[in-house]
């Protein structure tokens, strides 16, 4: 398995872990750092779809890292 193929398993992994934890909605800090997975999760998408020439999943995973920062900056102090 070379590195491309273990940045996108985690990117996976990372997704999922993040969805679940921001799906149950508490306590706030478990939201908080559901939304820090997501930031490392669109990270690591990012760097996928650059290695690989992909502009679609660069441009989503863009916006969805905007998102995620911002969930994570309103999700942060609540804990």
Request: hydrophobic letters at 65%.
């Amino acid at each position: 398995m070379d590195v491309l193929e273990l940045t996108r398993w985690a990117a996976a992994v990372a997704t999922i872990a993040a969805a679940l934890m921001v799906a149950w909605g508490e306590p706030p800090r478990l939201v908080a750092w559901g939304f820090a997975l997501f930031v490392v999760a669109s990270l690591c998408w990012i760097g996928a779809s650059l290695a690989q020439d992909k502009p679609a999943l660069l441009i989503q995973n863009g916006v969805l890292l905007a998102v995620n920062v911002w969930g994570l900056w309103r999700w942060w102090g609540r804990g």
